[in-house]
């Protein structure tokens, strides 16, 4: 299975500020996830990068993660919160992972 992680930051893109209390991206994020139908995990992080021009900016990060889902999708996904959180672009990161699901039952007397 892939994993694929989508990294969005909060610092608006013109304003280098967050522009909207954290609460409202999240809400957005998970709009987002249920339009197109598919599972998701998310973190907020901290996060900091450096523009091409060299200027640093240290912001609150929305790390969402998606697990086996189609390359067409998480490209849709990635670009919507691009553009709806006012960025000037997200990281994509994709990985192979090992998947197995655990099951075990309370027995009760």
């Known amino acids: 299975m892939t994993e694929t992680k989508i990294y969005i930051g909060l610092n608006d893109s013109l304003t280098n500020q967050q522009e909207h209390n954290t609460e409202m991206y999240i809400n957005v994020m ?5 339009s197109h139908h ?3 995990s998310f973190v907020i992080t901290e996060g900091g990068f450096f523009h ?17 889902i189609d390359k067409d999708i998480t490209e849709a996904i990635a670009k919507d919160l691009c553009a709806f959180f006012h ?5 994509v990161t994709e990985s192979v992972i090992n998947v197995s699901f655990i099951k075990d039952h309370l027995k009760l007397k």
């Open 52 to 68: 091409e021009n060299g200027d640093y900016t240290q912001e609150q990060t929305l790390v969402l993660s998606l697990i086996d």
């Open 38 to 40: 598919v599972p998701f």
């Open 87 to 91: 960025q000037e672009s997200v990281m």
């Open 30 to 34: 998970k709009y987002v996830c249920k």
